[in-house]
């Protein structure tokens, strides 16, 4: 899996301060609809409870990744009585399949 590959050493320890496991984001998902390409530009976020007391007024354009704070995210299963935000990130990964096709014609 790509993902042990995605996400930069200090992303990781911004994650393991916030109490959030790296390899379980609320939710992943891929901001690219073609599949022509070498790489695929994805999204999602990692949540935990606190509070965002200062944020920036836009979301960072670098690639291949980048990482910010919100309180935007889907949150319709989450208990409302807690405060969650969300470390939002998007990151552009290189087109990998996990075998190759079988060289005996089956």
């Not at 070498?38 to 690639?63: M, N, T």
Request: proline fraction near 8%.
């Amino acid at each position: 899996m790509q993902r042990g590959l995605v996400y930069p050493e200090h992303f990781l320890r911004l994650l393991n301060e916030l109490g959030a496991d790296p390899a379980k984001e609320w939710e992943a998902f891929d901001y690219d609809f073609e599949t022509a390409g070498e790489c695929h530009l994805y999204g999602g976020w990692f949540l935990f409870s606190g509070e965002i007391v200062k944020s920036a007024d836009s979301r960072p354009l670098s690639q291949p990744f980048a990482c910010w704070f919100t309180t935007s995210f889907p949150n319709g299963e989450l208990p409302r009585n807690i405060s969650l935000c969300a470390v939002e990130f998007y990151a552009s990964v290189p087109w990998s399949l996990s075998g190759s096709a079988p060289t005996d014609g089956r």
